[in-house]
């Protein structure tokens, strides 16, 4: 590494440096060096080499280990440097005599960012830290622009989003989270694999959005001459496979929303899907409850989930279970559900709530819930029995046809899963969609998927099903604030 490359400041123009790096380029290839190199063969991770390492071996064997250098001490004849790797950081002690004369001047001539391969042997320092002592130092990629602040991270959140490579080189807690969010996604395939579930794939395009009350993007199929849509949920095709005999079935991927971003929504979203033949809600509160907490232990050793502030999540089992209407009594009074809609209005107005005249009495109540309700629901909650108009998919309770019976899963405020008892009677539910098509102001002919409809008319299982949020429980599980902080690509406005 040169001088200058030393002398780097936050106050050198990127275009400067961009500028020596690719005359360094030409200067390489003209020497006959490939500065965006090839195939480099036995590489090890950091982390193994570490975990492998045996101190008390005299002569411990060569090892190979690849990644991007973010650390160089030059101490004349040697020079000490870091390379990370997706496992970790390991120093590197590159000797003059050890590589001879004209892959130190190479090795000097290298720049912080650069992606380097290094073999050597592992040794302890005298200040006790692992170090390859290198034998070879081979090129692999050159950084034509530099590392953000010499590597203290960006301190910009939106750079941050926006250029989620940067943030992983030079943030060790974002790469943390990432590794615990690939690691929750596989917790969920191996605990579901465990309990009988195959994992299956329905389509991403759909003639009609359908399994959720929400605005869907619209496209265009050339081939069919016909509009279709981004799906909002798998639910009614992983309904047709419990038609078609699958009894547990999953499904993990995506969704995605025409509708706001703010720190718990963005409109392409990780959902996982569950349908299980024969079970019910008390089935799938059973399921969530175990899933959850098996992954939190198995990942986190504990069932406390602490988060910035001092809050502490316990989920330990059993969680609490409440039905709706017994937490809107407790918010708004006991008489609640005897008052009329103008005295639900004036009173939710009194509890400073926006209730435009044209509001109907029962969103007037769910307004209560969501504003009012919701948010203070930090410890994990079952809300149980909600109106049967909120849940079109859901069968009716038996002792109460205006409530169904499902639960919203609330810890921290916000909704992680919903589940129901399935609605199985094709003629209640076409019912039901028209109900909510005509409340929509939606055209029945568009609105109501028949295909599915003729899939129960062939009889579906009564089953239970849930849905699980998997970015906020990632965002639960890892005390993120905000959604962006576990998604690698946020949708971000497009820069003017």
């Given at each position: ?27 390489l ?6 500065p ?58 590159v ?5 001879g ?26 200040t ?71 994992e ?39 309904k ?9 079935v ?9 509708e706001g971003?703010?720190?718990?929504h ?23 409850e ?16 602490r ?17 709706y ?11 609640w ?46 809300v ?11 069968k ?14 609330e ?7 919903p589940?129901?008892?399935?609605l199985?009677?094709p ?7 028209v ?32 849905g699980?949020g ?27």
């Open positions: 590494m040169s001088e200058e490359n030393i002398q780097d400041t936050p106050q050198q123009k990127t275009e400067d440096i961009f500028a020596q790096r690719t005359a360094k380029v030409q200067e290839s003209a020497a006959g060096i490939l965006f190199g090839k195939r480099f063969d036995n590489v090890r991770m950091t982390a193994d080499v570490r975990k492998a390492f045996k101190p008390e071996v005299e002569n411990p064997e060569e090892v190979t280990i690849a990644g991007r250098m973010t650390a160089f001490r030059a101490m004349g004849k040697s020079i000490f440097a870091d390379v990370r790797d997706s496992s970790g950081r390991m120093q590197i002690y000797q003059r005599d050890q590589v004369e004209e892959e130190f001047k190479l090795f000097k001539k290298l720049d912080l960012g650069d992606i380097i391969g290094v073999t050597g042997v592992p040794f302890t320092t005298r006790g830290e692992l170090t390859v002592k290198a034998h070879k130092v081979t090129l692999l990629s050159k950084s034509l622009r530099p590392l953000p602040e010499k590597f203290h991270g960006l301190t910009d959140i939106e750079q941050r989003y926006r250029q989620r490579y940067l943030d992983l080189i030079t943030n060790d807690e974002s790469r943390k989270v990432f590794l615990q969010r690939f690691a929750i996604l596989s917790e969920i395939r191996k605990f579901l694999a465990s309990k009988g579930f195959l299956v794939e329905t389509p991403m395009l759909q003639p009609i959005p359908g399994g959720a009350n929400a605005n869907p993007f619209k496209t265009f199929y050339e081939a069919l001459n016909s509009p279709m849509y981004m799906r909002i949920a798998p639910e009614l095709y992983l047709r496979l419990l038609v078609g005999g699958f009894e547990r999953f499904e993990l991927n995506r969704n995605f929303r025409n971003i703010d720190r718990r963005n409109p392409e979203f990780t959902m996982l899907e569950i349908y299980q033949a024969y079970g019910d809600c008390r089935s799938m509160m059973d399921l969530i175990e899933m959850v907490t098996t992954i939190a232990m198995n990942l986190f050793g504990t069932l406390e989930i988060h910035p502030g001092g809050k502490v999540i316990n989920l330990t089992r059993p969680w609490r279970r409440a039905p209407r017994d937490l809107i009594r407790e918010r708004a009074g006991n008489d559900f005897e008052l009329s809609r103008e005295q639900k209005a004036v009173k939710a107005r009194e509890m400073g709530l926006t209730i435009p005249e044209e509001m109907e009495e029962r969103d007037i109540t769910h307004e209560i819930y969501e504003k009012l309700i919701e948010q203070t629901l930090i410890q994990p909650t079952f149980t029995r909600l109106p049967a108009y909120l849940v079109p998919l859901a009716a309770c038996e002792d109460d046809p205006t409530v169904v019976d499902v639960y919203e899963l810890i921290n405020g916000q909704e992680i899963s589940g129901y008892s399935e199985n009677d003629i209640e539910q076409r019912k039901r969609f109900e909510q098509a005509v409340h929509d102001g939606k055209d029945l002919a568009t609105a109501i998927d028949e295909d599915f409809l003729t899939a129960m008319e062939h009889g579906m299982p009564p089953a239970g099903g849930l699980l998997v970015d906020r429980l990632i965002m639960l599980l890892t005390g993120a604030e905000s959604i962006r902080d576990v998604l690698l690509f946020p949708q971000m406005r497009l820069k003017q």
